[in-house]
């Protein structure tokens, strides 16, 4: 019988291209019409060390890791052992692998899944050509072999090695497209029946989350990038950098993540939206001047692809624990937006809304995505939905007399003349200062513009933006970002069997969405918070804005491991 | 007409130093040698002819960085050290303006020592006046990165004991298009270096023996040991660097002028959203 769903491991040492083999597979299926997901997993070598493509087809959109996988494609056996926790195998699943590739190992062979041998090398072509011509092909072969299993049709295959090859050498495209043909015929002899149902016929887009990300803040009118390499947000700026050139807009490469975000400072001081992109040791460096833009309301982006902590942590791998630091991070009363996408595909959404807040109220906006959810790649809808568009106000002040940057009056949003405009200048300023911005010490004035930015944001009008519930049920799970996926899964399962229950995403983390919550908490008698981290940040951040009852329950614990749907049902249960 | 009163051919009008002024008074002990450096730059503005609201004065923090709330144009007072940064962001994005960064010796040389080097490199087109004083005033009187090493201090007595550095040299051997030293009660020479810096393509760069009369009371002799400099260097930064390496400091003057072509502005589009968004389309 037609399946709804197959998930697959492509794993190998460095240069096996096991992330080629996903990617292959992920782009034929969406050809096709299919959803799906990869992320990566990578060994701890900068470069060239093993890794793991983890793919989920599905008919029907997915944004769930699964439970465990049905496929595991070793394209060879070296060093493979260490993703063995990371990949949840069992007696269902089938182990593919080349018996000329050496044994089993022996933290995979632990799940005794089945064993279903294929011959990967060619043998026309073993001994004439290199090793890298011959894993080159192993990858394209078994990628091919797995989609004629799945039941993608040959010709989408083909086309998503076109794409993936580009303009590659004709006697790489040739040998490839040789292995592609061979993949598709040596899948007919395995006795393995994985087909999938057939999908709804429609266009697909296939895009990571770093790049929707990054897609969101074009949309958002973002024009100045200034950012300092950090693993995972590289791929980021560096899918950006060239995009911003073709808009006529710029990317600067900063010395420090100190220079990244007050060269956004001044671009956005300029009247250019400006955006910086980081993980949580730049973040940790951003810290002062976040305070500075929240004084001298300064709009700006900050997007944080989090990774595991604190210190240097795990670079490469995932983690929820910058929700302090995002909605805390640093001295005074600095109150800031800070928001989170829900999926994939609401990176492209979440992002242009941020640019849109910061912009409109004048003030920072940290975008909280993370290492699974920014270098997934998700084959998703055509992202029709679109926030309202906002604009920073620029003018209205009255002119002649001394101008008033910092007004107090009924609206805390003033007007902020971008330099260049005559009889309106004006000194942004970090230190305590009057309605005209010049700086003083008396407390009046210091309560007084503490309390205008407090209301800025007290004026946030999220409408439907604050979040996304699903369900209904006694039982509510909370979450934010990559947890999303699962929980929505879990919530499914537990009405499947007889426990109702409600998954609710938080896209807006501060300020806390109150009203919205307590509607969305409404006759819920069970309410978890779950989140990736060790110390229950969101569940604190939640419980000290009273967005939570006391007897809420916090399942909370650190990545990089991501949230499975058997997990969170087994904690409610 | 007075010195102040330059008619610039582009300009509606004659500009006035007085027109830089914002009326706010400084914060600064009478004597301080920023008063001096604050009158050349209203002058040196005035005579480049650039309007008040086509100028922004970028700072970090220390007593020299409290320069911009003092013109009329516009400004951007920030955090300790990024004053560079910031300037460059806004310069990047808005070549139509003159944008000058101005600071102190612990702002620039210190916390701010690492974007200094990058923005003499990165070679924006913009000016950076640094009112060296070799003293964190601020702060009530700790050495900086250009104290002498024996000046003795509560927080270093008998001396911090260290090398002073050597901005002048730094700067040109990190690839600052425009070099030079001057001194804060020479105003007409320092405004003339000004207004060359500002025009200058690249990175200019005027470090200013700027005199703390409150905790270096000492520097009131600056005033007897300043002297022009007897010719720039052209180009040859070699040359450059060893020349003021041999000098005692105190030789002022644009000390060199180089040829780098500035980073340049941002090109316009050729693209458009809709195409970028498809290279995501996939499919049916």
Redesign the interface.
Known sequence: MPRASLSVVFAGSGGSGAMTAGMLFL?AA????YYGMMTQLFGPQVRGGEAAALVQVAARPTDSPPDRYDLFVALDWEKLDQFAPEIPLDQASAVIADPASGTMSPGIAKANARLVPLAMADPATSGHHGKAEHVRRTNVFAAAAICALAGVAAD?VRAALA?ILGTKLPEVMRANAASLEAGLEAARALELDVALAPPA???????SGN?AVA?GA??GGV??V?CYPITPATDLVEWLAP?L??????L?L???E???I???????????P?MTVTSGPGLSLMV??L??AVA?EIPLVVVDVMRAGPSTGIPSKTEQSDVNIAVHGGHGDAPRVVLAPTSVADCLPTAEWAVYLAESLQTPVIVLSDQAMGQAQA?ID?PLERPQPLKRRLNGAPSGALFKRYAIGDDPVTPMP??????????????THNEA???VSGASAHAAQIRKRARKLDQLKSGSWWGETFGEGDIAIVTFGSGVGAAREAARRLAAGGRPARMIALRQIAPVPLAELRRALAGAKQVFVLEQNHGAQLFHHLLGQRAIAVDAHSIARPGPLPFRPAEIVAHVA | MSMTETVEPHCVRALAAKDFKSGAHPIWCPGCGDFGVLAALERALARHGRLPHEVVLVSGIGCSSRLPAYTSCYGFHGVHGRALALASGLKLTRPDLDVIAVGGDGDGYSIGGNHFIHACRRNVDMLYVVMDNRVYGMTKGQPSPTTEPDWDSEIAPGGIGLRPFNPLSIAIAAGANFVARGFSSDTDDLAAMIVEGLRWPGFAFIEVLSPCITFRPEQLEWKGRARPRAHTTEGDRAAAIGAILADDGFSMGVLFRGERAAIPAPQLPTGTLAEIEQQFAIGA
């Open positions: 782009r969406a050809r096709a019409g989408h794409d016929k429609s266009a697909r887009w296939l895009i790049e897609l074009l949309r024009r100045f200034g995009q050139l073709k808009l006529g807009g710029r600067v900063a010395e420090d100190l220079a990244s007050n060269m956004v400072v001044g671009a956005s001081f300029g009247g250019t400006s002062e001047t305070g500075l001298a084959a055509l971008p330099p260049g405009t005559a009889g309106y200048q004006w000194v942004g300023e970090g230190l911005g010049i700086p």
